[in-house]
């Protein structure tokens, strides 16, 4: 079980939240990396990821920083009870993969075991961590997403609470869907064509303001 809340901003508040996290003694920044993201549903009948009944995400991950390379598959789904409280319980099970089996990986998910290719994204992701807690802000190609994650297996609300606090943030603000929710949502705003694979090659990207 994974417990979380998580907060979107526009792209010029980025240096406000790293500043006010720097302020807090009990994390520690543990440096930025580069990841994308690419998403994949099954392609059984009537096992749709993506269906308000499953309501998952099939994830392959690979992570890049200045002394870090890493691959991870993970699969992530909302619970029917996730919005009962105020903060994101989601279930999360993830498998660690040599990062020089990347793209063998990949080929085996889209030619042999033959599930179909959703979407993908890229961020930049800076991570403070201690014992308890990992506070993640996240540079999308269109805006800023401040994550916390409780890491302890009790406690997690009062946990999040405690940064919640020191954050000055407030429970309402929050945003209870995933990042392609958050995309699509700026897409239908702002008129612009949604596309699959969010990059920051992308010339036509909706921002939030």
Partial sequence: ?????????????????LNKL???????????????????????PG???????????????????????KCMLSWKRRLPDTKEGLINKEEEIECNIDPNDYENFIYLTENIL??????SYERYRTNYVNDNIIISVDEYPFGIALEIEAKTSTNQESIIDEYMKLLDLNYEDSFRLSWDDKYEELCKEQNITRVNDVLFSCTDMPQIK
Avoid: A, H, P
């Fill in 1 to 17: 079980m994974e417990y979380e809340i998580r907060f979107y901003y526009s792209k010029n508040k980025k240096n406000d939240i």
């Fill in 22 to 44: 720097d302020k807090i003694n009990k994390i520690k920044n543990v440096g930025t990396f580069y990841e994308k993201t690419t998403q994949y549903n099954s392609m059984l």
């Fill in 47 to 69: 096992n749709d990821f993506y269906s308000k009944e499953i309501d998952g995400r099939y994830r392959i991950r690979i992570t890049k920083g200045e002394n870090v390379s």
């Fill in 114 to 119: 033959k599930m179909k290719r959703v979407e």
